[in-house]
């Protein structure tokens, strides 16, 4: 069962589709380079034990600097991952964000702002692997990372709009499976 961290001013979960619409000014981010801590983007989550996969299609309507959606990994407000797409200059990157403390960040551009982006994401023991595909067939990884040595974390879906006045993202076919 899912449940809300930060729950989002509109949304709908139907079957394996969930629209989220964000709220304006939101975000997840610590310290690094800006000199803030943001901890109010939405997080639709599940609590998970060990090692496991999850996957999921992310189709968003970004418009605004920062725009982002994807998944999130989450022990705390102080160590989290979050990856898939962010938009920056009129461009849709995968992205990733790794937070201990102080947030990381790395994007890579994609090529003619996908439809859709389809990710996932896998935990063996301290390591997790980041992989995105553009067909929901052929996964690339795009990082490769350690997070907490806690057998349990909150895994889930996320979005968020630091600098706009919110989007609307389509999540599909969410899963998590124990490894």
């Known amino acids: 069962m899912l449940q809300w961290f930060n729950e989002a ?3 709908e979960h139907e ?3 969930i629209v989220i619409t964000t709220a304006p000014k939101s975000d997840f981010w610590r310290k690094t380079h800006y000199g803030f801590i943001r901890d109010n983007g939405h997080f639709y989550y599940q609590p998970v034990t060990g090692d496991f ?3 999921v299609k992310v189709s968003g309507q970004y418009n605004c600097l920062y725009d982002q959606a994807g998944l999130m990994v989450r022990v705390d407000e102080s160590c989290w991952l979050k990856c898939g797409i962010e938009y920056v200059d009129g461009v849709q990157n995968v992205s990733a964000v790794v937070t201990r403390d102080f947030s990381d960040w790395s994007i890579l551009p994609l090529p003619d702002n996908p439809a859709s982006i389809w990710l996932r994401l ?3 023991k301290e390591a997790i692997e ?3 595909s553009l067909d929901g067939e052929n996964y690339r990884m ?3 990372t350690h997070l907490t040595l806690s057998e349990t974390v909150n895994v889930g879906l996320m979005c ?3 600098d706009g006045e919110g989007f609307t ?3 599909e076919g969410y899963k998590v499976r124990s490894l």
Do not use: M
């Open 9 to 11: 001013p509109k949304w």
């Open 15 to 17: 079957e394996d589709r």
């Open 53 to 55: 996969t999850v996957d």
């Open 122 to 124: 896998a935990r063996r």
């Open 130 to 132: 980041i992989q995105y």
């Open 142 to 144: 795009y990082r490769l």
């Open 160 to 162: 968020a709009t630091p």
């Open 169 to 171: 993202v389509t999540f």
